[in-house]
């Protein structure tokens, strides 16, 4: 499975975008970028995901490179609720038979009032 | 619907015990998957289903067994809990493979071992 690289940890500020960045420069041409959040306490909670174009959704929007090295997780108005892990996660959805996700450290958000 | 559960919430146990942990969905997937975290780390998988009756390792099987005899339920045992199954626990299912179908986690089951 193809890595992913994020930063440790990202402050925002509450009502202001959040852009959370991902490098995945050893990327498949049948890997989807998927990307998750794990709330203080909880089990992850899918956020979006996508191939090629940019996807928006009621939760954000992933903007993809031209060459889908990078990809940008975008949360247009940050909340307090927002705070938490967010993990770029590359999946085979062609090959792979079995929906595994292969989680890193992800980035950790912390959104100030 | 309630979606994933895992049962128990909590649970501490000596070294050499045994246990199960239980999860059960209510939204008819065919695939279930149980991983574990440990503190500072993402979740690692430990066994996934694909199916009623079918089971497979992850990354990190050993010490933990499985089973999936019914559809909604998938079972993580230990056998004989060791301090380093300290974790805690999480539980996905997801309807069948393909881009589209995501994973949907439950609550989390936080294990000590001493």
């Known amino acids: 499975d193809a890595k992913t690289t994020q930063p440790n940890s990202m402050e925002s500020n509450e009502e202001e975008p959040v852009h959370l960045p991902c490098n995945h420069s050893?990327?498949?041409?049948?890997?989807?970028i998927h990307w998750y959040r794990q709330l203080p306490s909880q089990g992850p909670e899918y956020v979006i995901h996508?191939?090629?174009s940019n996807v928006n959704n009621r939760m954000a929007s992933l903007a993809i490179a031209e060459d889908r090295k990078s990809s940008t997780l975008i949360l247009h108005r940050a909340t307090l609720r927002d705070a938490a892990v967010y993990y770029c996660?590359?999946?085979?959805?062609?090959?792979?038979?079995?929906?595994?996700?292969?989680f890193g450290t992800g980035t950790l958000l912390a959104v100030q009032p | 619907n309630a979606g994933v559960t895992q049962t128990p919430k909590f649970r501490v146990l000596k070294t050499g015990q045994s246990m199960t942990l239980l999860c059960a969905q209510d939204m008819n997937h065919e695939y279930m998957y149980w991983y574990r975290q440990d503190p500072g780390m993402g979740l690692r998988l430990i066994h996934y289903?694909?199916?009623?009756?079918?089971?497979a390792k992850g990354e990190v099987p050993d010490g933990y067994n499985v089973s999936r005899l019914k559809k909604q339920n998938f079972l993580l045992g230990l056998e004989s809990a060791a301090p380093s199954q300290t974790s805690v626990y999480f539980c996905a299912s997801s309807r069948t493979r393909g881009h589209s179908y995501e994973q949907y986690f439950g609550p989390g089951t936080r294990l000590t071992v001493t």
């Open positions: 050893t990327i498949s041409g049948t890997d989807y």
């Open positions: 289903s694909v199916g009623e009756g079918t089971t």
């Open positions: 996660i590359l999946r085979d959805d062609y090959g792979g038979a079995t929906n595994k996700l292969i």
């Open positions: 996508g191939l090629t």
